[in-house]
């Protein structure tokens, strides 16, 4: 995986799209749980679950159908009356699916690991995409204090943070200009 860090990113990057301004905070928290909440599925290395099953590291969690159920109960659980106006509901499913499925793509993205179940539960072959320039991050703190950990936080630095946030600074001043 990217740092966490990295991932939170992503629902800065995109929530010019979706700002409710009367609730932004509470919206990028969300976001921000959204993009990382997919790993904790290393929970299930304790479990004995292995890295390849469906239930494993990068498994159910880093999927299309995951990201789909994750935003609805995001929504369930913080926006349930805006489940009554479409035009409020629907907006807010798309940005906590872009961010929970954000996670998945950019761990497709790491040059390390077993690749992500994208289409699971219907197809659970683990996949990366073509382009991979991230590289995968340690899973502890110690591992993070590392020369590897801080080799990785400069490649997520270009490859991650810098285009987030230029993608985020363009749409704020487009949506200023019109
Ligand atoms: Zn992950």
Known sequence: MPTPFAHIWAAVAISPFFSDKRNLVKLLLLGALCTIVPDADVIAFDFG????????HRGFTHSISFS???????????????????????????????????????DAMTNGGKGVALFAPFYNERIFLPWRPIKVAPLSIDGLMSDWGRKVLISEFKVVW??????WLTVLGLKRVR
């Open 68 to 106: 789909v159920l994750f935003s609805l109960l995001i929504i369930g659980l913080f926006y349930r009356d805006s489940f009554a106006n479409r035009k409020i509901w629907l907006p807010l499913f798309i940005y906590f699916f872009l961010c929970t499925l954000s996670h998945a793509l950019f």
């Open 49 to 56: 679950i292995p890295y390849g099953h469906l239930f494993g």
């Open 162 to 167: 810098i285009p987030c946030i230029l993608f």
